[in-house]
Structure formats: structure tokens, C-alpha cells
């Protein structure tokens, strides 16, 4: 697995139907026939016995092999081998098709396939026959992928393949991860290491076996019938649970040995290094800087408007050639081009701030929670980068909820240039409770980021309704948003033309109203990403109440929907994963039609767990019907399912209730 | 992202061109720009069709089919953040087929300050695959920021021996202010021919006095996407080129000739043939209706195995299955499987074998575009049927359709254009429409509602028609497992989320004929919402699921689905002891004569509630103009199905 930091999870991801594309040419195999020879290790891997796995199982991993062997001029060379038992039909789009990448400094060699029908009769794919692709999500990255379609991967057939990629990596570490969305039968990983080189390992989030030494500095891991991790709605990041092994290598040179301890401390060092001199202000970015601080007298204010300014104006742009995978250009080159992407993006930042005598440190990060564990310091758990800016004492201002203090630093705030919603003050969701190496002037330092309060992550809806007497529901609605669900709200109105944005809010009112008419709506601070978002607008609803004889049923909840679908399983496996934590209050109140009074109100409920509160009740006062509710979630993964379950079914509960009103007798 | 676009249909050039191409056109200079105006400059959206990311001030596109040679420049104005992203420029080009070259880009500031382009294009591979390398020229604008003009500008040099057909989208995604086409013909191929789709009245190209074809429009708007839209192709304005030897040919004239040759190879390979006599015999009785022999015929014909289910092969699976072609109807017997032509014309052998009067027709099958006749290309007829004289009617099949029962046409193949082949020569023709009667769900709930407001019990549902046939052909290759995974999930779309369903039975998978039967059981953990004294529960028990297509009030295209449909709910419900039925919903109906159907209606029988629903559309095509009238129909159906049945505590109702 090779990660870069590239952040490309926030470009956006419409060009799937062009790879599937390449995967659907790849079905395109070169032609004639060769004799087919499959190696002994796949038919040995296809005379494995297997236990009974779940009807719904599509294939099993028969052996998943990973030879690691590293050479003393720290060039890997790895041989990796598979071999699946087809046990459906849907198994072939998942597992007959595999890719392998390469670029100028991983080469790939001896790629081979194979498929063992149940019928006999084998058949054999190569390199040749594989497809070339050089897609991805970026502007443009110097990775390829071969892509290679095996034969008859169909129930009851085993399939395999093999190939050998050759690389001298830029840090001395591997990563093995064995667990699948299927079944795993077996499991192997073999290194083989220099004389005198030694190597540390580290197991996450599975029990490994005892090693066993397999000849002078040979070594050899192996599990047997590992469990799949099978997707469950709202679940943390797969790779947060599946299990994994890494291994970090050391040289037998001291000095090497010492480079490559891969202490976090040691990785922060390397990546010092590769973003030395990278910072130094051009006089155009010196003049920028003054140009964008005039009329500013406080840091704070100075602060925000280059933020701002790097969110906004420069553009996420990747460019990832070779070791540009890890190493930013320089700030020089990312003002000139006005574009760039996260360690660009951070290195414009920090050199501007810096300008302003405000000192800032990089961060890696990676954009899902659990992928970088403490205990285990390593430079490929990171595929993105942020800034921590060291606050000035005499920066007291409020709102700035992403800062923590730092024994030795100082107050840090940490903040995402990528990210060009979220303003300065707040963090992206996927990065608060998350880690982060701080690279500092002595080398790395794993840092903890902060959980934002619900309270910085606001939704606040109000509505002043009238009902009339055929059931119609009119009036006008106020939301006002900051924090995550503000920048959740931005991105999906500023990403829609502004022509269309009254769509964006039909869909929204959509979800919870039938037969509405939208009558006015307007957006406020919309561009001003600091500033609290708020959205009025005024809707009619025909027959929203419905007549019951002489009954009237309203459902006061009239707008919103905090359901979840972790309901709709018996049980789960993996804990539900939430976005922030956050905080919504709804205060609907409406004017009844004359003539009704109230018959039947919901009964209040209040329900409160460890990890979030739910409280609403109906109230009737005069010829108004007021509703309230609030809805916090306080932390952002919780395991007990039971809890969470019985939280949600309360909550679906009371958005289906219904007031009854009933006509007076005249 | 703006490409540089081109169809490529590649026709072989006469060698002649060859020595053409060696001369060069002349190249664009990298300072030749046109002055942005100041209007330009200072624009902060579009006065003709405000709230866009972005739009083309001018686009130029000149063509030269003597040299294959395109040069494209393309000035586009920011107005928002979102609209930066039109600075990523990508340019496809087939390696070794065509290059692209000479590419000059800059970013202009409002105040009309220049910022050059550095000249840094990446290659980037899409594809190589078997001597086929599809790559794209990529690079980006600097200092590109709202209210920003970018410009960029490049020549695509096809390879000599080969020529792309022009085609002008004069409709972008984006709205463009004025557009300037130019295409100098290669009189050696013919004469140059066009075809205008969804231009203006009065659009078209004029032929300037050096022979080359001009076109300037201006304010187009930008073609959006909705769902339920008819396909893009059928939307956007564009211009088509073509060459033709005989500038007096008809359109009709086109068709004979170039379908002449197709139904002689027809004939060739149904001919008169004794085995296929032979069949015939074999397969019907000689006291069988004409009907009924048909129906024999049809079943006899869907017995081949058509290769095209086998996609999922790999090229070196199929040969090693050492298939050979079929040369005519008697190798479709001799071998048992063929292409889906080879079926549809096997039936027409056998067919005409029995006496009928049998054709094979081409058509263009709906999922792709519609036919256009006037366009004279038969490359667009890529789907076929065949055709069946029935007493007095035509009897559209296709038996090379898997689980297509007889006397239907899969929905793509309804209401389509097409060119039937016959000794005459050959004809246009319409497949019939498709009617709702012929895509019908039936949803059957047997169920006990209690006191909690839990609702559980059984439920039945039948696919017919194109419903069956659709599911059929989707699951084909799936597993009891995976079928019965799929139909869980979509029939827990219509449900609660909270819903609870298990299958019990699944039938007809294999069939054609008859309808594919679905039953289980269900829990609706409180469906019903209790007051106290009351339970409350919907008129309807499944979603339709039709109405989130209209929740917004504006529309720009036309709504087209894919074929009619009927739905049909009947649901019955036994009353919790202890309570009454205080208030029923009342029953409603539409029209008879409304193209949109609904009529529901529940009664109490003892302590069961029948509850009768159906709902459907006829018809696939609604103009823009009936956008309004079906949306209120969906509406005021949803805001039905959500009225409430109302239960009364007996113990409370007493209570003084």
C-alpha cells in the first residue's frame, strides 16, 4: 500500500465511470491461447480445506502471500501472490480483475495469473495481456496501474495471480495488511533482511502469531481462517479495523540505523528535511502579505485574512511526480501559479504567517480516524497535511475552537487550508479526535487534535407556521448553521450554481414535506466563511395536516430528519462512527386554524445516553402549538449498539408523532 | 472541463490526401489573442442567464477535412469559486492516430492584467491496451479566480490516412456567448452534408466562397442534466457532417440504397433454406393457428444461445471455446448459439419457412438515442428485431431478448425507430408504443396491526411485464443469494428504515410468461404512532417512490421514462383488540382519461381494513409544458398516501 500526501479526497470524484472504463477494457485480453502452467503454490492454496463460511460469502482468500526480501543497498524487492476461491457470481467483478502500480521508482515484473476451473482445463494471463492506465484523481500523477482480468472467475474456480514490484523506498518500512471484506484462509508474510539488519514489528488491530525464523534473518508470519470485516453503515474507516502488520527495517550501519529508528521523533526529522527551504517568502509573497494585513492592527484579524486568503485563492491543484508525493513545492512557486495541492497549500501558509511573525508547523495527518496509532510511529499512516500555528499570547479571541495548548510551544490552533469551507477556528470533522505528527523544530511530535464541542457545531432552526383550516401549513423558517453543519451547508450551495440553489433547498424540504411550494428563500453570509450561515425561507405545504373527520393530525416536526439507518440491523459488529459532535434545537410554533382546539398532544420525551441527548415536547398556548427539540451528539464513536439503537427508535418515534386537533362544536 | 472534442469515426482517406497533409497549415502565434473588452473584463455573471459558475464568452473551431487539421480556442469567463475548476484543462487525444500541439493558454485578471501560462502539459495515460493508447493533454491556468477570463487555445492534427466526421456541439455545458464553427470540406470524399439538431430556427451553416462551411451562434444556453431526462444526445444542439457522392439523393432515396446491400446479406443468410424447412415442421402442427404457431416458432428460436450473454468473458475464454461464425440460419441450428442477429433472423427463417410473411428490422434501441432517419447514418442502428404479418397486424419480436416472452418487446425496443429489410428493399418503421399494461407491480400486504402500533405479517409482490423482464435480465447472472439480497434491498426502499423483512419465496426467475413472485414476511416496528388514545397509523403501507423525482418547482427538460408502469397495492390489515376505527381516509380517484392514474380507497370489513391502491403513468415522454401537472399529480398522491387511518382506544373512548 502506497500513500501519498495528496488529499485528493477533496477533489471531487466524478471521474469513476472513466475507470471503470479501463477496468471493462481490461476485460480486453491479448490473443492466443498459452498452455497454462500454474505454480504449485496456487494449487497447493486450491486444496485447502475451508469451514463453513456465511451463505452470503462471495469468495474466500485462499492464501495471501506477501515475500518481502530487502537488499543491502535498501533496494525491496516483494513478491506478492493471491489465490481466491470463486464462491458466487458477484465475486468476478470484485476479484477477477486486479491492478498493480508501478512508476519510475517501483517497477513491476513478472505479472502473472492464473484460474484453476473445477472442470480442469486451466488458463494462464500475463503482463502482456494486462491493460495500461495512468488515471487518477489528480491533475497529474507519474503512478500507473496495469490492470490484468483472469479467466473464468467463476463459483466453484480458483483463480490467482503474482507479480514482483522492485523498489528503494523512501522510508524502510511495509506494511502487510491480511484482513479482507472476505474470508481469509491463509496468510503469509516472509522477509528476508541483510545480515547484521534488524527489524521492529507492530500488529494493529489483531492478536499476531509467534514469529518463526525461516534461515539466517528469515522470517515468516502466518495466520490462518482470518475473519472478513464486512461493511456495516456507519462504521469508522475499514482500515481503521482491519488488521495489519508493519514492519520498519534498520540498516546495519549505526548511523543509518539510527535514521531509520522511525521514531515519530526520527519521521518528523525526515519530513523536516524534505520541506527544508521550501518555506522562504518571495518579495511577491512579502508584498501579498502586506497587501492583505493593511488596515488589519490585531494578529488575529491578520491571521484569518491569510488563511482566507490561502482557502480561497489558492486552488487545489495536484501535481505528483516522484518524491512530490511527500515534498511540497516551494511556497515561492505555489504563490506564482496561485494554485497547489495540502503540503502546498500549508507551505504558502506557514511562510506567509511567518511574514506576519506568527510561526506555524506542519502537521500530517491521515483523513480517516485509526489509521495512525500512537504506538506505532510510522511515516506511511499519513495521506494528508494541515498547520498548527502557534497562537500569539496577546490572540484571546473567541472562537477559535481547534486550538489546544502545547507543553513547550505554546497554544497552538490547527487549521486545514485544504479544506475550503472550514473556516480558521474550526477543524474538519474526520481530523478532530484524529492524530497528527507535528513536525517541529526538533523533529517529530505525535499530537492528539482536538474533539470540537457540540456547541461549535451548531444547527439552530426556527419556523413561525399558521395552519389553516383544509391542512395547509405556510410561514417562514430560519436556520441558522456554524461550525461543520455551517461548512456542510456552504459547500452544497456553493457547489451548485447559484442559479439552481433553490433546488438544493427543495430537496432539503423534500425529504420531510409532500406537495410544498418554496416562496421566498435567501441565503445569508453564504460567503463569508467565518460568519454564521443562515437561511430563511418561506414554503406552503397542501395538506401537510391531515383531516380526520373532525379531527385535524399534525405532525409537528415539520422539518428535519435525525434518523439514522444504524437501526436497521438486529446487531452489529463495529462501532457507529459520527461525523462531529454537534448540536441541533428545533423551536417550531404554529398558529392554529380558529375553531380547533387541541384533543391530543405527543408526550414529551427526553432521553439522554453517554454519547448524546435527545429532549422534544408539544405544547399548546392559547391558539399556538409550539414544538421544541434538541439533539446532541456528544462524542464521535460509540460501541454499545443497544444504547444507540434504542436512542434512534426513540427519536423516529417522536419525528413520526402526531398533535390532534378537533373541531369545536359550534 | 472543457475537452477538445471530436466524434471519431474514422473512414479510410483515398491515398491521394496523403501528399496534402504534408503541408502545413499555418500556425497559431502564441501572442495572437483577441483584446478581452472591457465589458468582458469587468462582467460579474451572465446578463443573459444569471447564477452560473462559469461561461464561454467565445469559442472558435475551425476545421480543415483536407488536412485534418482542428484548431479550437476557447475563452471562458469565472464568476464563482465552483467555476475555477473550468481551469483544468484536458485534451483526449488517440496516440498515434492524432496529436495535439501548439497549445497557448493565459489567465486575464479583471483589471486586464496578464498572467502567462508556464507551458507545463502532462501526458497522461488513460489506456493502452493491445497497440490502443487513449491519452489526454493536461494542465492548468495560474491565478485563475472569480471574475477571471481564461483562455487556451491548441491544434489537433489527425493522422493522414484518416478522417474524423465533424461534429459542431454548438451546445456546451456551459452557457456560451457567441461561437464561431468553420469546416473547409475535402471535396475528393464527396459533397459535405449537415444535419442541425435542436438549433435555433433559421441556425444553420453558411458556404463561404473559398467552399468552406461557416456557422457563428450566439447566446446558447448550457445543456444541465436532471434525472428522468431524455438522453443528452437528444438535447444538445449540435451540427453533423457528413459526405455523400449524390448531392440529389433523398433521405428516403439514402435508405434504400445503403439498406439494399443489408437486405440482400438478409437474404443471403435466411434464404430458402430445407433444414430450416425442416425445423419448422419439427417445431408446429399442422392444425395449429397461425398464433399458435408463432408462439411455437418464438419458443423454437429462443432455444439458441445467444453469445451476447456471454459478456463477462474474457477474449481468451471465448476462444478457447472455439466458436465459429454462423454464415447463415442453417449454422444457427447446426451450432445452437449465435449472435443476436443471427437469432432474430433464424426466427424469421423459420417463420417465413411456415408461411409467414417475416422481416428482420434494424432499429435504435432507446437506451442509446432515438432514431433519426434524416441523419443517414446507419450506424446508429445497432439493436434488431424482427417482424411478423398476423392476420392484419405486424407483430414485433425478439426472441434473441432473453426471458422476452412472446407478443413483447423489451422496453428499449418499444416505441422505436428503425428500417425493416425485405426483398423490396427496405422500409422506416416504428415499433409499437409501450402501454402500461405492460409493466405492472402488484403489491399484496396480508398483515395484523397491535396495540404497540407494531405492524407484522406477510406480503406478496409479483413483477409482470417489463418489471419481470428487467429484474430477469439484471439478475441473470446472480445467485439465489444475490437475488434475493437484491430484491430485499429494493423492496426495503419501500418501507421504513426500520422495517424488518425476510423472503421466503421467489419464483419465476426462469420463466418468461409468467409473473416473478416474491413473498415473505414483515415487522414494522411502530408503524402506527400512538397519541394515548389513539393509534395513527398511514393510508399506505409501501412508498411509491416516484415523487422524490419532482420535488422542484423549475425544470428544463422534458421528463421521459423508460416505460410505462402500473402499480397495484392491496393491502389487508386486522385491528388491534381494543381499539375502533374512529376515521377512515376517504376514497379518491383521478380521471379515467388522465395519462397519470391514482385511486385508493379503505374500508373496514369486521375488524379488517381494505385498503386499495393503484397508481400508474402512460406514457414515457412528457413535454416541459406538463412538468407543473405531473408534479401536483405526485404531489397530491404522496400527500394521500400519507393520511391517517385513526384507531380509538375502546378503554379510553368509554372513560367519561
Redesign the interface.
Known amino acids: 500500500m502506497r500513500k501519498k500526501l495528496s488529499c485528493s479526497q477533496y477533489k471531487p470524484r466524478n471521474a469513476r465511470s472513466l475507470v471503470l472504463c479501463v477496468l471493462s477494457l481490461a476485460w480486453i485480453g491479448a490473443a492466443g491461447i498459452s498452455r497454462a502452467a500454474a505454480p504449485e503454490w496456487l494449487r497447493t492454496a486450491a486444496r485447502e480445506s475451508l469451514p463453513n463460511y456465511p451463505k452470503e460469502t462471495v469468495a474466500v482468500l485462499l492464501l495471501s502471500e506477501q515475500m518481502t526480501t530487502v537488499r543491502e543497498n535498501g533496494e525491496i524487492e516483494t513478491l506478492y501472490r493471491r489465490a481466491y476461491k470463486i464462491l458466487r457470481p458477484e465475486a468476478r467483478e470484485r476479484y477477477g480483475t486486479f491492478a498493480v502500480d508501478f512508476d519510475k521508482d517501483t517497477r513491476l515484473s513478472n505479472m502473472k495469473a492464473w484460474c484453476l476451473p473445477a472442470t480442469g482445463n486451466e488458463f494462464e494471463v500475463k503482463e502482456k495481456d494486462a491493460v495500461e492506465t495512468g488515471f487518477s484523481e489528480e491533475l497529474y500523477n507519474d503512478t500507473h496501474h496495469k490492470v490484468l482480468t483472469i479467466p473464468a472467475a467463476v463459483p466453484g474456480n480458483v483463480i490467482g495471480y503474482e507479480y514482483v514490484q522492485r523498489k528503494r523506498p523512501y522510508v524502510l518500512q511495509d506494511e502487510w495488511w491480511f484482513q479482507r471484506t472476505i474470508p481469509v484462509r491463509r496468510a503469509r508474510f516472509w522477509l528476508k533482511l541483510p545480515a547484521g539488519w534488524e527489524f521492529d514489528s507492530f500488529w494493529a488491530n489483531f492478536k499476531g502469531p509467534d514469529l518463526r525464523s525461516n534461515g539466517e534473518n528469515q522470517y515468516v508470519w502466518e495466520l490462518e481462517n482470518i475473519p472478513a470485516i464486512e461493511p456495516e453503515p456507519g462504521m469508522p474507516a475499514w482500515l481503521a479495523l482491519a488488521g495489519r502488520l508493519a514492519v520498519k527495517y534498520f540498516p546495519r550501519d549505526p548511523s543509518l540505523r539510527e535514521q531509520n529508528r522511525a521514531s515519530w521523533e526520527s519521521i518528523g526529522k525526515w519530513y523536516a528535511g524534505l520541506i527544508a527551504s521550501r518555506r522562504d517568502a518571495t518579495p511577491e509573497i512579502k508584498q501579498k502579505v502586506s497587501e492583505l494585513i493593511t488596515g488589519k492592527t490585531n494578529a488575529l484579524d491578520k491571521m484569518k485574512v491569510i488563511a482566507s486568503f490561502l482557502q480561497r485563492q489558492i486552488r487545489y491543484v495536484a501535481i505528483e511526480i516522484g518524491i512530490g508525493g511527500y515534498q511540497p513545492h516551494t511556497a515561492g512557486e505555489v504563490f506564482t501559479h496561485h494554485y497547489g495541492d495540502c503540503k502546498d497549500k500549508v507551505t504558502l501558509l506557514s511562510t506567509m504567517l511567518h511574514e506576519i511573525g506568527i510561526e506555524s508547523y506542519y502537521v500530517l495527518v491521515d483523513t480517516n480516524r485509526g489509521i495512525v496509532l500512537p504506538e506505532f510511529p510510522s511515516a506511511m499512516s499519513f495521506n494528508h497535511v494541515i498547520l498548527a500555528i502557534r497562537l500569539p499570547e496577546a490572540v484571546t479571541g473567541e472562537g477559535l475552537f481547534a486550538s489546544q495548548n502545547h507543553p513547550k510551544i505554546g497554544r497552538l490552533l490547527f487549521f486545514d487550508p485544504t479544506d475550503p469551507y472550514t473556516p480558521l477556528g474550526y477543524l474538519p470533522s474526520s481530523l478532530q479526535k484524529n492524530y497528527g505528527l507535528l513536525i517541529g523544530p526538533e523533529g517529530g511530535e505525535l499530537v492528539g487534535l482536538p474533539l470540537l464541542p457540540p456547541a461549535s457545531n451548531r444547527l439552530l432552526r426556527t419556523a413561525k407556521l399558521t395552519l389553516n383550516l383544509n391542512g395547509t401549513v405556510s410561514g417562514e423558517v430560519e436556520e441558522i448553521r456554524w461550525g461543520a453543519p455551517a461548512a456542510d451547508q456552504r459547500a452544497l450551495f456553493l457547489r451548485t450554481a447559484p442559479a439552481e440553489r433553490a433546488k438544493v433547498l427543495e430537496h432539503l424540504l423534500g425529504s420531510s414535506l409532500a406537495g410544498f411550494a418554496l416562496t421566498k428563500a435567501t441565503i445569508v453570509g453564504l460567503e463569508e466563511y467565518d460568519q454564521n450561515l443562515v437561511v430563511r425561507y418561506e414554503f406552503v405545504a397542501q395538506n401537510y395536516a391531515k383531516t380526520a373527520g373532525t379531527l385535524l393530525l399534525i405532525r409537528p416536526r415539520v422539518l428535519g430528519n435525525k434518523g439514522s439507518d444504524v437501526m436497521e440491523k438486529q446487531e452489529r459488529k463495529y462501532p457507529v462512527e459520527f461525523a462531529e459532535a454537534t448540536l441541533h434545537s428545533d423551536l417550531f410554533e404554529f398558529t392554529l386554524p380558529p375553531g380547533f382546539v387541541v384533543d391530543e398532544l405527543p408526550a414529551p420525551l427526553k432521553t439522554e445516553f453517554e454519547f448524546g441527548k435527545y429532549s422534544s415536547k408539544v405544547e399548546a398556548r392559547g391558539n399556538t402549538l409550539r414544538y421544541e427539540r434538541l439533539y446532541e451528539i456528544k462524542d464521535v464513536t460509540k460501541e454499545n449498539f443497544t444504547q444507540l439503537k434504542k436512542f434512534f427508535q426513540q427519536i423516529a418515534a417522536d419525528e413520526r408523532s402526531n398533535a390532534i386537533l378537533r373541531r369545536e362544536a359550534p | 472541463m472543457l475537452p477538445g472534442k471530436g466524434r471519431f469515426a474514422f473512414i479510410a482517406l483515398p491515398a491521394l490526401i496523403f501528399f496534402i497533409c504534408l503541408l502545413s497549415s499555418p500556425a497559431q502565434a502564441k501572442d495572437d489573442w483577441p483584446a478581452p473588452s472591457q465589458e468582458e473584463l469587468a462582467l460579474k455573471?451572465n446578463p443573459a442567464?444569471?447564477?452560473?459558475?462559469a461561461m464561454i464568452l467565445y469559442r472558435e473551431s475551425t476545421s480543415d477535412d483536407r488536412l485534418g487539421v482542428r484548431t479550437d480556442y476557447i475563452r471562458i469567463k469565472i464568476f464563482?469559486?465552483?467555476g475555477?475548476?473550468y481551469?483544468?484543462i484536458e485534451i483526449p487525444f488517440y496516440h498515434g492516430i492524432e496529436s495535439v500541439n501548439e497549445i497557448h493558454a493565459r489567465t486575464i485578471h479583471p483589471d486586464g492584467k496578464v498572467v502567462e501560462w508556464?507551458g507545463k502539459v502532462?501526458e497522461?495515460?488513460?489506456?493502452?491496451?493491445?497497440g490502443f493508447k487513449f491519452q489526454v493533454k493536461?494542465f492548468?491556468l495560474?491565478?485563475?479566480?472569480p471574475r477571471s477570463i481564461i483562455e487556451y487555445k491548441y491544434r489537433i492534427q489527425h493522422d493522414s490516412r484518416f478522417i474524423s466526421n465533424t461534429t459542431w456541439d454548438v451546445q456546451e455545458d456551459l452557457f456560451t456567448r457567441r461561437a464561431l464553427f468553420t469546416v473547409r470540406p475535402n471535396t475528393i470524399l464527396g459533397a459535405l452534408y449537415w444535419r442541425a439538431y435542436r438549433l435555433p430556427e433559421g441556425t444553420e451553416p453558411q458556404k463561404q466562397k473559398d467552399g468552406s462551411m461557416r456557422l457563428e451562434v450566439q447566446n446558447v444556453a448550457g445543456l444541465?442534466k436532471e434525472q428522468n431526462m431524455p438522453p443528452p444526445s437528444e438535447l444538445r444542439g449540435r451540427l453533423e457532417f457528413f459526405y455523400r457522392d449524390n448531392p440529389s439523393e433523398t433521405m428516403e432515396e439514402f435508405w434504400k440504397r445503403v439498406t439494399k446491400e443489408g437486405a440482400k446479406n438478409t437474404d443471403n443468410f435466411i434464404g430458402n433454406r430445407s433444414a430450416i424447412r425442416q425445423a419448422a415442421v419439427q417445431v408446429v402442427a399442422a392444425n395449429d393457428v397461425p398464433e399458435v404457431k408463432l408462439q411455437k416458432l418464438y419458443a423454437r428460436a429462443q432455444q439458441v444461445r445467444n453469445l451476447a450473454l456471454d459478456q463477462?468473458?474474457?477474449?481468451?475464454?471465448e476462444?478457447?471455446e472455439k466458436l465459429k461464425d454462423n454464415d447463415n440460419v442453417e449454422d444457427v441450428i447446426k451450432h445452437g448459439y449465435g449472435s443476436s442477429p443471427d437469432i432474430n433472423r433464424f426466427f424469421v427463417a423459420l417463420a417465413r419457412a411456415a408461411g409467414f410473411e417475416a422481416d428482420w428490422v434494424r432499429v435504435v434501441p432507446r437506451y442509446q438515442n432515438f432514431f433519426h432517419p434524416e441523419l443517414q447514418d446507419v450506424r446508429q442502428l445497432t439493436a434488431d428485431v424482427a417482424v411478423v404479418r398476423l392476420a392484419s397486424k405486424n407483430v414485433y419480436l425478439d426472441p434473441a431478448c432473453n426471458f422476452c416472452p412472446y407478443g413483447f418487446l423489451p422496453w428499449y425496443e418499444t416505441g422505436v425507430g428503425g428500417v425493416r429489410l425485405n426483398k423490396q428493399g427496405s422500409e422506416l418503421i416504428n415499433t409499437p408504443a409501450p402501454k402500461s399494461a405492460e409493466a405492472i407491480m402488484e403489491r399484496k400486504v396480508d398483515v395484523r396491526l397491535k396495540a404497540d402500533g407494531d405492524l407484522e405479517g406477510k406480503w406478496v409482490v409479483n413483477f409482470l411485464g417489463q418489471y419481470a423482464l428487467e429484474h430477469r435480465q439484471d439478475e441473470r447472472?446472480?445467485?439465489d443469494?444475490?437475488r434475493r439480497?437484491d430484491l430485499t434491498e429494493k423492496i426495503k426502499k419501500w418501507l421504513p428504515?426500520?422495517a424488518?423483512l425476510e423472503i421466503k419465496n421467489v419464483t419465476g426467475w426462469e420463466g418468461s410468461t409468467e409473473p416473478l413472485h416474491i413473498e415473505g414476511t414483515l415487522t414494522l416496528?411502530?408503524f402506527a404512532?400512538s397519541?394515548?388514545?389513539?393509534l395513527?397509523l398511514p393510508l399506505t403501507v409501501f412508498d411509491d417512490g416516484h415523487?422524490?423525482y419532482f420535488?422542484?418547482?423549475?425544470r428544463k427538460h422534458p421528463v421521459y421514462l423508460l416505460y410505462p408502469y402500473q402499480t397495484v397495492d392491496e393491502v389487508s390489515l386486522e385491528l388491534p383488540e381494543g381499539f375502533r376505527v374512529?376515521?377512515l381516509?376517504k376514497a379518491d380517484s383521478t380521471p379515467a382519461t388522465s395519462a397519470a392514474m391514482y385511486q385508493v380507497s379503505c374500508k373496514q370489513e369486521g375488524n379488517q381494513l381494505r385498503i386499495v391502491r393503484r397508481a400508474g403513468l402512460e406514457g414515457i415522454y412528457f413535454p416541459l409544458e406538463y412538468y407543473g401537472a405531473l408534479r401536483t399529480f405526485f404531489?397530491?398522491m404522496?400527500?394521500?398516501d400519507?393520511?391517517?387511518i385513526?384507531l380509538q382506544s375502546i378503554q379510553a373512548a368509554q372513560r367519561p
Do not use: I, M, W, Y
Not at chain 2, 397519541?531 to 389513539?534: D, I, K
Not at chain 2, 420535488?551 to 423549475?554: D, G, H, L, M
Open positions: 455573471d442567464s444569471p447564477g452560473a459558475h464563482t469559486d465552483e475555477k475548476k481551469a483544468d508556464d502532462f497522461k495515460l488513460l489506456v493502452k491496451a493491445g493536461t492548468t495560474p491565478e485563475v479566480q444541465e463477462g468473458k474474457t477474449e481468451k475464454e476462444k478457447r447472472t446472480q445467485d443469494t444475490g439480497k428504515a426500520n424488518r416496528p411502530e404512532a397519541t394515548g388514545r389513539r395513527l415523487s422524490v420535488q422542484t418547482a423549475q374512529e376515521s381516509p404531489h397530491n404522496k400527500a394521500k400519507e393520511e391517517k385513526v
